[in-house]
């Protein structure tokens, strides 16, 4: 059963996401690539980044992946598998074929070569500095994050997405770092990172 602080917490965090798209939408995804770009370059070229296709008013990363594919990175996108399952990636490159998942998310088709990404850049509706995320509330990250324990993941939100603290449940995954317009941010934990 859904905890009652995160049900609060994610009807106010969807209304203040809403505004924030309203206000930043694209300047912010233009702003966030710099950030993303000179904080992922770390990782070996050639390694696989999960990002996602936006839906709604998630801050979309689609300009972040088209630069870090031209890059040499190989850029994937998530797969639902089913409700209780984590997700699956496939490769997915600049102008490749789409098709409507569940929830009417965009991913690649069947045909599209299942990866396994050494990095993954996860939406979200608010963090904390903890840097646990508040996501739908499908629990499709946390299974994933559980399933790759040698993957590193990142939020990419708005700096406004900041909240005090998440609830937390034994399920819920913190995430390595936030990815956001104003820079990163990499708790003490993973300082490493």
Request: charged share 20%; net charge negative; glycine share 12%.
């Amino acid at each position: 059963m859904e905890n009652a602080d995160k049900t609060a917490l994610r009807a106010e965090a969807r209304r203040i996401r809403a505004g924030l798209a309203k206000m930043y939408g694209y300047a912010a995804a233009e702003a966030i690539v710099d950030h993303g770009l000179k904080f992922l370059m770390a990782r070996p070229k050639g390694s696989v980044i999960a990002g996602y296709w936006p839906k709604g008013d998630e801050l979309d990363p689609r300009l972040l992946m088209m630069a870090l594919e031209r890059a040499g990175f190989e850029i994937a996108l998530p797969v639902v598998q089913g409700d209780d399952e984590p997700l699956t990636f496939r490769r997915f490159g600049e102008g490749d074929p789409l098709v409507e998942g569940p929830y009417g998310i965009m991913m690649p088709g069947g045909d599209a070569p299942v990866v396994t990404p050494s990095t993954l850049i996860v939406p979200l509706l608010s963090y904390d500095a903890d840097c646990y995320r508040l996501g739908q509330g499908g629990g499709y990250y946390d299974r994933t994050l559980a399933a790759m324990p040698g993957a590193s993941a990142f939020g990419f939100a708005y700096a406004g997405q900041f909240v005090n603290y998440i609830p937390r449940e034994v399920h819920d995954m913190p995430l390595h770092g936030i990815i956001t317009e104003t820079g990163i941010y990499v708790p003490q934990r993973h300082n490493k990172t």
